[in-house]
């Protein structure tokens, strides 16, 4: 998968639905690959390293499902890296406000259970 089109996938903006032949689908097609078809390296059933079925399903209906509904939450980059400055990119990602106040409400919350003997 290209490097830039994974944050897609992991948002359930793109999906593949191994039931109609690796069809891919975007929620938003910027990048001209809809209705592609899976490559077939990626699908052969003799290799041990193809595309596990299950999984593409597993991530398949969670995708069509947040889709119809519409956008819900927002979802947040949670991956920083260890050079970067985190609290400036929450300061200017979207939602700053709801954002730092989930951050903090997380780490009290381990606090808190830690300081209870709860780990």
Known sequence: ????VHPWFDDYSVF???DDGYKISFMEDTFGLYGRIL???CRDPV???RVSDPILRW???PSVL???RGPGEPSFEHDFSPSSDMLREIRQGPFSVERFEMELFARLRRWER???GVE
Do not use: I, S, T, Y
């Open 1 to 4: 998968m290209m490097a830039h």
């Open 47 to 49: 290799d041990p390293n």
């Open 114 to 116: 830690l300081e209870d």
């Open 39 to 41: 490559d077939p390296v």
């Open 66 to 68: 947040g889709n119809l």
């Open 16 to 18: 593949v639905n191994p």
């Open 59 to 61: 991530l398949f209906r």
